[in-house]
């Protein structure tokens, strides 16, 4: 227990000084994050630092390789899929700033990319072993096998793309991503689970934490692709590889809501010329009613926490 409130002490520090360090030093090198113009409501902030995930990931990332407990295969696994998202998040953010718009890489880019590595979890599960499936609300799990492969496929797929439409407003995806950590780490530590992998969730929540001191509204740094792709990963390794994948539309609910609301809008549209929202994802919907982005920030975290403590009824 000390170790894991360590985890999340020290890399909220960490990250806080990381952080405070990034934002003049992304000022200077002129990383401002062109502001899509459809969203209107954003125009005014156009140039602020964008990449703030290299701060705070760093932090988890260092914390976590310093104090996670006989760190195994998995443990090394999510940090190195994580880690690799954030690098092609950061080539997207890079190629944003020099190109000075909001077109970085290209979709089909991002989808090879994406494919590869999830195949690549997917099959570690499967040669591994780790292949066990928990049914929330119950103590049951069971081994799948290779039905793991399509399974993993999918809910890395899935995550990583959540998380990154979830990131739309100030404070929203950083919110949402700390409940969501938090939550799974303990969640693995109450089930008994990988304590490195425990001690890597309670990482990023803690890190995360110390990130939204400089990302709610109004924000002086958002955490880009470059973080938003990499917490997506590390959220599917983190559940997947502890046999939680079935906890992420539960804990990571705003994730869904966030592909849902996209996914929806988009097969409307084409079938009916009409939309269903005044704009997708949902988050764009609610400010256009006139709620600030602190409050969807505020009720998407209070969901995901709320809907998260549930998952604990069956194990008290």
């Known amino acids: 227990m000390q170790r894991y409130i360590l985890a999340l002490l020290l890399s909220f520090l960490l990250s806080f000084v990381l952080c405070a360090a990034a934002v003049p030093l992304l000022k200077r090198i002129g990383a401002g994050q062109p502001i899509l113009s459809y969203v209107k409501e954003h125009a005014q902030k156009s140039g602020t630092p964008t990449m703030g995930g290299l701060a705070f990931l760093s932090a988890a990332a260092a914390v976590a390789l310093s104090l996670a407990p006989r760190a195994d295969k998995p443990f090394y696994v999510a940090l190195a899929v994580g880690l690799g998202y954030m690098a092609v998040g950061f080539l997207d ?46 103590r049951i799990s069971f081994e799948i096998g290779w039905w793991m492969l399509p ?3 999918f809910v890395q797929l899935a995550t990583v793309n959540g998380v990154n439409l979830t990131d739309g407003l100030d404070g929203l995806a950083g919110s949402v991503c700390a409940v969501f950590f938090l939550a799974v780490g303990a969640l693995i530590a109450v089930q008994g689970g990988d304590p490195a992998l425990t001690v890597l969730a309670l990482c990023l929540a803690g890190a995360l934490c110390a990130y939204l001191c400089f990302n709610t ?33 539960v804990a990571g609910i705003m994730f869904v809501v966030s592909s849902i609301s996209v996914i929806a809008q988009v097969i409307y549209y084409k079938k009916t ?11 764009h919907h609610f400010q ?6 602190g409050k969807i920030a505020y009720a998407y975290a209070a969901v995901s926490a709320l809907l998260s403590l549930t998952l604990f009824l069956p194990l008290v």
């Not at 010329?273 to 988050?283: D, E, K, Q, S, W």
């Not at 256009?288 to 982005?293: K, V």
């Open 217 to 249: 509204h109004r924000a002086s740094m958002f955490m880009g692709d470059t973080g938003s792709l990499s917490l997506g990963g590390f959220a599917a390794c983190t559940a997947l590889f502890s046999g939680n994948a079935l906890v992420i539309p």
């Open 93 to 138: 953010d890079l190629l944003k700033r020099r190109r000075g718009n909001n077109l970085g890489l290209r979709p089909y880019q991002k989808i090879v990319f994406q494919l590869a590595v999830a195949l690549m979890a997917a099959l570690f599960c499967c040669m591994e072993g780790d292949t066990r499936l928990r049914i929330p609300y119950t």
């Open 288 to 293: 256009e009613l006139g709620f600030s982005e």
């Open 151 to 153: 399974l993993g496929v």
């Open 273 to 283: 010329g009409r939309r269903i929202f005044l704009m997708a994802p949902v988050h």
